[in-house]
C-alpha cells in the first residue's frame, strides 16, 4: 500500500540511550517532516526535509539530528536519550503540489 | 511565526448533534488551511483544506469548514455526528515561505455519547 511507513512501532529506551527513527514514503513526495505529538501540546515540528540533499530546524530540533538518505527515506537519531523526549512521533510527506500531509502511523517512544 | 488557536480542548456531545470547532489562526495575508483528524490509536488523517475560491469547504465524512477571512477564523462543522467521529482534531496552517511547512494547533477531543 502507498504510504508513509514508520519503524519501530514502539521502543522504551534507558535515557542516555540512542536510537534511530525510520521514515519512508512510496509517493515520489519531495517533502518529509518530523513531529512528536504530545498531551495538550498538538503536533510540532522537529526537522523538515524541503528535498532531497536539504534539511531545516523546526520548531523543537534540540537532541535530534536527521539525515534524507534519499528521496524515499528520511530517519531521525536520537543521540542520547533523554525522559523528556519520551513521546510519539510521526513522520510525514507532502508532493510540492499536494498540499496536505500523509502521515505514517507513528512510533511510540518511552524513555525511562 | 504563525500561530493556530482551538479554543476548545474537550467537547462532548451526543450523537445527532451538531458540531462547531472552533480554529483561529494569526496570518493576515494569504492562507492554506486544513482540518486533520486523528482516530483513538492512530496516525493524523486529512479531513479538508482550504486555499483560495469558496470560503465554504467540504471534507470527507460529511465535515465542512468556513474560512472567514476578516475573522481569521476556519471552524470545523458537522451537521450531525456520529459516535465513529469520537476523535482528536487538528486545525492547521501553512506557513508563509514555502516549504510546505504547516503548523498544527493542539487539538480538539471529541467525544460522541451514544
Known amino acids: 500500500n502507498a504510504g508513509v511507513t514508520q519503524t519501530p512501532k514502539f521502543q522504551v529506551l534507558k535515557t542516555g540511550q540512542s536510537m534511530t527513527l525510520q521514515c519512508a514514503q512510496d509517493m515520489n513526495h519531495n517533502s518529509m517532516y518530523w513531529y512528536r505529538q504530545d498531551p495538550g501540546m498538538g503536533l510540532r515540528l522537529i526537522y523538515y526535509?524541503?528535498?532531497?540533499?536539504?534539511?531545516d530546524k523546526g520548531e523543537v530540533p534540540n537532541g535530534y539530528n536527521v539525515s534524507r538518505l534519499n528521496k524515499r527515506e528520511f530517519s531521525l537519531r536520537l543521540e542520547s536519550a533523554a525522559p523528556s523526549q519520551t513521546s510519539v512521533y510521526f513522520c510525514?510527506?507532502?508532493?510540492?503540489?499536494?498540499?496536505?500531509?500523509?502521515f505514517g502511523s507513528g512510533t511510540r517512544l518511552t524513555v525511562v | 511565526a504563525q500561530s493556530v488557536s482551538q479554543h476548545n480542548h474537550h467537547v462532548i456531545l451526543s450523537e445527532a448533534a451538531s458540531l462547531e470547532l472552533g480554529c483561529n489562526y494569526s496570518?493576515?495575508?494569504?492562507?492554506?488551511l486544513f482540518w486533520y483528524v486523528q482516530y483513538p490509536g492512530q496516525h493524523l488523517q486529512l479531513l479538508l483544506k482550504?486555499?483560495?475560491?469558496?470560503?465554504l469547504v467540504k471534507g470527507i465524512k460529511g465535515f465542512e469548514a468556513e474560512f472567514i477571512k476578516s475573522k481569521f477564523s476556519f471552524n470545523l462543522r458537522k451537521p450531525s455526528v456520529q459516535w465513529s467521529d469520537t476523535a482528536e482534531y487538528f486545525c492547521a496552517v501553512k506557513d508563509p515561505g514555502g516549504y510546505q511547512k504547516v503548523t498544527f494547533g493542539t487539538g480538539t477531543k471529541l467525544q460522541v455519547i451514544p
Open positions: 526535509s524541503a528535498s532531497e540533499g536539504t534539511t
Open positions: 482550504y486555499f483560495s475560491g469558496d470560503p
Open positions: 496570518y493576515g495575508g494569504t492562507v492554506n
Open positions: 510525514a510527506s507532502t508532493s510540492a503540489t499536494n498540499y496536505g500531509y500523509t
